[in-house]
């Protein structure tokens, strides 16, 4: 063994004890150090012993949204292509099928009803990537500043429908654009999003739907608990452009997400809806459970139950229940 390579591994030593003893005065080695070393296996665990106690100190906000400025140091610091919602796949079974969407948009509601089944395969795909930081800004409480690019597609698939050709029954499209702004904390409060996201499903009437948000989003995190809390502005359209002119009655002004880790496999996910309107109330809940599975690495299954209005946007003004169950690919 090379001197150079009995320095790296005194360093890798002192990285295990100081994982073993908590001590801040012992040293760690760095990603330079690890690639100096010529030992393939020697190389690998002085790179283990950095990147797995690195991934267990950064909470999930921080690991999400970079809050701590430790994402990416080959690129700069900027976050390329990766996870931002669920990306999942489940069979979903609905108590009713919404067979003749409606608005009160002039012609956007469909006459002759579908022939829909109560059983679909539902799928979400999600992405973001960031593209510009600032990570010294010090503006109010806030320490750092990113904005993010981010991409969500929804997809209602009629597979076991044979009879008529097995469509998609509905799609739901969300291109955004989000600016966060971190706090610093180690916990409780961590971050706000400042977001703009436009949503439709692309189709002609009577089945067309969208609209446009500007929203505000707070984070809160303790320990194996993270909640994010957002409200929203719907942008006005003219009324001979708007396919749903009532969609906030339903699917309301602002949701709240919950997520608990009881422990380091299992998660669950609660998600809440609401028009805030006590007079008439209307709102979505949305519950999730995961656990590690053996079929692939990434995987987890997932059990998922949902009732309310706006389960997707062809449904906003349609309440249902639901079951799903499938698997869901772990962003980290």
């Not at 908590?22 to 030992?39: F, M, R, T, Y």
């Not at 079974?93 to 006459?111: E, G």
């Not at 997520?259 to 998660?267: A, I, R």
Request: contains cysteine; negative net charge; glycine residues 6%.
């Amino acid at each position: 063994m090379n001197r150079a390579n009995a320095r790296i591994l005194v360093a890798c030593c002192s990285a295990a004890l100081l994982a073993l003893t908590s001590s801040p005065c012992v040293a760690k080695p760095s990603l330079k150090e690890c690639a100096e070393i010529q030992n393939v296996t020697l190389r690998l665990a002085c790179f283990d012993s950095i990147t797995e106690k690195h991934y267990a100190q950064r909470s999930f906000l921080n690991r999400a949204w970079d809050l701590d400025g430790n994402g990416n140091p080959d690129s700069g610091g900027i976050r390329r292509l990766e996870p931002y919602r669920k990306i999942y796949v489940v069979i979903h079974h609905a108590s009713s099928i919404n067979t003749a969407p409606s608005s009160p948009a002039p012609l956007h509601s469909v006459l002759t009803p579908y022939d829909f089944n109560h059983d679909e395969l539902k799928f979400q795909f999600s992405a973001k990537s960031e593209i510009g930081n600032y990570r010294d800004i010090h503006f109010f409480r806030f320490q750092n500043f990113r904005l993010w690019a981010a991409y969500t597609q929804q997809s209602y698939w009629q597979i076991y429908n044979s009879t008529i050709s097995s469509p998609f029954r509905e799609t739901n499209y969300e291109p955004e654009l989000i600016g966060t702004f971190g706090t610093g904390s180690a916990s409780g409060c961590k971050l706000l999003n400042v977001g703009l996201t436009h949503q439709s499903n692309g189709r002609s009437t009577p089945e067309s739907r969208s609209w446009n948000r500007l929203y505000l989003q707070g984070g809160w995190e303790w320990d194996d608990f993270y909640v994010l809390g957002r409200g929203w502005w719907r942008l006005p359209e003219a009324a001979a452009t708007d396919d749903n002119p009532d969609i906030t009655k339903y699917i309301g002004v602002a949701d709240m997400e919950a997520h608990w880790s009881p422990d380091s496999e299992d998660e669950v996910m609660l998600l809440l809806r609401s028009n805030m309107n006590l007079g008439h109330p209307r709102g979505y809940l949305e519950l999730n459970w995961s656990t590690p599975v053996h079929i692939a690495h990434l995987s987890r299954l997932s059990l998922q139950f949902s009732s309310g209005y706006g389960g997707s946007l062809i449904d906003y003004n349609y309440n249902q229940t639901a079951f799903g169950i499938g698997l869901t690919f772990r962003e980290w």
